[in-house]
């Protein structure tokens, strides 16, 4: 696996690969790596000739400055963990690197930004479109591989792959949880070890909820769900949303005809976790 830290070696490498036609599939991510970021470093690899992955804490995604500051940082045990899935290459660049002046920029994602993370985290998504746009003009992928666990934030970079016309597709992947139901997330390697033990309660009831939607109507479900999780001494509920798949407006009624998907997220002493689950 070749790790490269400047972003003008790897233009270099890409530009050697796409000459030999070889197709490329990305994941970008923020480090911290477990078997969730490995799910899309094989989905990659099984889909295109070569797996290229970055890792970068991107502080522009952050609104809050101690969630940056406390983000976990592993890039050697990062490094080992690519290497063993097979991944190709990596990009670990410096902040420098990435924003070597302000941008900028501004992005228009009509609703998708202004509810759910968009609302809680003003500005996160566009830092997140910020780094996206820099990381896929430096890699110009084929493919690139995200996560449904950040369900809002795989809708907003198919938006931005549209208004950008970049010629990558977006592939949304599952979410990896662990034996108890709890979303694989960097930031669970925060949580104490109480506190790990009450965050399974968010899945366990998302789970549920899907089956209590069979009995409540919407609106009863969602105040289920955020009573039950709020029960938990240790859990706070940001919000419960249940929206439809393409558009994240509201649904209001389970005979909509829609993609229905329920995202949450939940605090947790100083630490937000973020899951969610599709309704049928
Ligand atoms: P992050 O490092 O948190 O920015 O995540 C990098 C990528 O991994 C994003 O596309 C995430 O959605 C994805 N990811 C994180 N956790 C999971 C998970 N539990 N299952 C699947 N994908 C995940």
């Known amino acids: 696996m070749k790790v490269f830290e400047n972003k003008a070696d790897l233009i270099f490498e890409i530009n050697s690969l796409k000459q030999q036609s070889k197709a490329i599939g990305f994941v970008p991510t923020m480090g911290a790596l477990h078997k969730g970021h490995i799910s899309l470093i094989t989905i990659s690899k099984n889909n295109n000739d070569i797996t290229i992955a970055s890792i970068f804490v991107n502080p522009t995604q952050f609104n809050d400055k101690k969630d940056y500051q406390r983000y976990p940082r592993i890039l050697s045990d990062d490094i080992k963990m690519l290497e063993k899935a097979g991944c190709d290459i990596v990009f670990t660049p410096t902040e420098e690197e990435m924003y070597p002046e302000a941008d900028n920029r501004q992005f228009d994602f009509g609703n998708l930004d202004k509810v759910m993370e968009g609302k809680f985290r003003p500005g996160h998504f566009r830092g997140v479109a910020l780094i996206v746009s820099k990381l896929f003009d430096i890699v110009t992928p084929d493919k690139a591989y995200f996560g449904e666990k950040d369900f809002q934030q795989v ?66 479900t969602k105040n289920w769900v955020i009573q039950q999780i709020n029960s938990d001494s240790l859990l706070k509920v940001e919000y419960f949303e249940i929206v439809n798949d393409i558009n994240l407006e509201s649904i209001h009624d389970w005979s909509q005809n829609e993609n229905k998907v329920g995202c949450i997220a939940v605090h947790v002493g100083n630490i937000r976790l973020i899951d969610n689950v599709r309704f049928y």
């Open 155 to 220: 809708t907003v970079l198919k938006h931005l792959v549209t208004i950008m016309r970049y010629p990558i597709e977006i592939i949304s992947c599952p979410i990896i949880r662990e034996h108890d139901g709890l979303a694989m997330s960097s930031r669970n390697m925060l949580l104490t070890k109480e506190e790990r033990e009450h965050v399974s309660l968010i899945s366990k009831t998302l789970f549920e909820a899907r089956e209590i939607a069979k009995k409540l109507n919407v609106e009863e």
